[in-house]
């Protein structure tokens, strides 16, 4: 059965810190992983999509990194901003990569304090 | 350039009753995702269309549910005789294509009574 687990549940930080979210997976045959960020009441918002040979993608002041091998995947958050605040969200596509097909994680609820 | 549009977003309904939620891709978009967030809970894949075609409908349940992608107008994502499990929030995402990058509307948060 796919799966896709997030650590931690939740997190809280002080603004302007550094933060990093895990990710790992079951998803077989792997395609893609993607990150997205969804505020509360909001839908989510694509933050990066990795293939299978790529190891870093970084979007602003967010970095995700992959190992295909070890099937994880991690976010990184770089001097946190309160709008920071949010769930991210680890998807994972299986098969052919088709949008049908991915698996969703249940989320890592960040909170950014002053 | 608007982004998916869905409504309306937050619907109650009692026990026994219809809930319609529509879902307007965003421009330039043929392919149209359902899925069902439950609270604490990921986001459920539930049904995958393209204009006037269910493509998968894998994850939706066989009874009371049903969507549509009309040639002309929203998806639709119709629900039956509504029970209080159903209460949840329902998001639709649209692509350009089947493996491209997917662009969620703002949800349409059911409450059953």
């Known amino acids: 059965k796919n799966q896709v687990e997030q650590s931690p549940q939740s997190l809280i930080i002080l603004e302007g810190k550094n933060c990093t979210l895990q990710?790992?997976?079951?998803?077989?045959?792997?395609?893609?992983l993607r990150w997205y960020k969804q505020d509360t009441g909001r839908g989510p918002v694509s933050l990066t999509i990795m293939t299978f040979s790529e190891n870093t993608k970084s979007n602003g002041r967010y970095t995700a990194t992959l190992d295909a091998d070890t099937k994880q995947s991690s976010l990184h958050i770089t001097a946190s901003q309160l709008s920071d605040s949010a769930s991210y969200i680890c998807v994972v596509s299986a098969g052919t990569g088709t949008a049908s097909k991915l698996t969703f994680g249940t989320g890592t609820r960040l909170q950014v304090t002053l | 350039n608007a982004g998916v549009m869905q409504n309306p977003r937050h619907l109650v309904r009692r026990r026994g009753q219809e809930a319609r939620l529509r879902c307007s891709p965003m421009?330039?978009?043929?392919?149209v995702y359902w899925y069902r967030q439950l609270p604490e809970e990921g986001l459920k894949f539930m049904v995958y269309l393209q204009k006037e075609n269910i493509i998968d409908e894998s994850g939706m349940p066989k009874e009371r549910f049903s969507a549509e992608f009309p040639k002309e107008g929203p998806s639709i994502l119709r629900i039956q005789q509504v029970v209080r499990g159903d209460s949840a929030a329902y998001f639709c995402?649209?692509?350009?294509?089947?493996?491209?990058?997917?662009?969620f509307g703002e949800g349409s948060r059911l409450t059953v009574l």
């Open positions: 421009k330039g978009h043929s392919h």
């Open positions: 995402a649209s692509s350009r294509l089947n493996t491209g990058e997917l662009f």
């Open positions: 990710c790992n997976y079951t998803v077989s045959p792997f395609s893609n």
